[in-house]
């Protein structure tokens, strides 16, 4: 029989073991101390972590109600990773900035590089081309017919804002780790 502890992990509530729990709390202790941000920013990108852990610690047990294990909090603590690229000390590895990116791309607008909505820059990113080309050529959709107008307005309205760090990761086809998501500041409405 093992204790278990109930937590609120990116908003959202899990039950864990005991073991899971200190093993947890190591990791977030070591993450925030290898962070290189201004310390204004530490909260907002441990906020972002305990989201991305919360959503992972979903897909795996769902709204069922298990209890999350030891063994799961390891898998997922060495699937981000640390800030900085390197391993949790005493802890498995982490993945590396080096390895190419091989997720696929997701369509956001993004409000880093934008101009008027971020629409350009996400289309840039998405495509994998420069934004000055994309500028352009809705530029010239725009003057040369009134289709151009029409495509922006509904992609403003269609396309989701990369507000977080995971899916500014997306955006870009990263992995959303925590050494990439460290990499990003969120955007604020």
């Not at 977030?28 to 610690?57: C, N, S, W, Y």
Request: charged content about 25%.
């Amino acid at each position: 029989m093992k204790k278990v502890v109930n937590v609120s992990l990116g908003g959202r509530n899990y039950t864990l073991e005991e073991d899971a729990y200190a093993r947890l709390g190591r990791y977030l202790e070591h993450f925030r101390a290898r962070l290189t941000v201004p310390e204004g920013q530490k909260t907002e990108v441990m906020d972002e972590i305990e989201g991305r852990l919360a959503e992972l610690f979903s897909r795996e047990v769902g709204e069922s109600g298990r209890v999350v294990s030891l063994d799961l909090v390891n898998r997922v603590a060495s699937t981000l990773g640390m800030p900085d690229g390197s391993a949790e000390d005493g802890f498995g590895t982490s993945s590396s900035a080096s390895e190419p990116a091989s997720n696929p791309r997701k369509l956001y607008r993004d409000m880093d590089e934008k101009k008027i909505a971020g629409v350009c820059s996400g289309l840039s990113y998405y495509f994998d081309i420069d934004v000055v080309l994309v500028r352009i050529i809705m530029l010239a959709a725009l003057i040369f017919g009134s289709a151009g107008f029409w495509v922006y307005i509904i992609l403003w309205i269609a396309v989701p804002v990369a507000d977080t760090a995971a899916k500014k990761c997306e955006l870009r086809g990263l992995a959303p780790t925590a050494e990439n998501m460290s990499k990003f500041t969120t955007y604020k409405k």
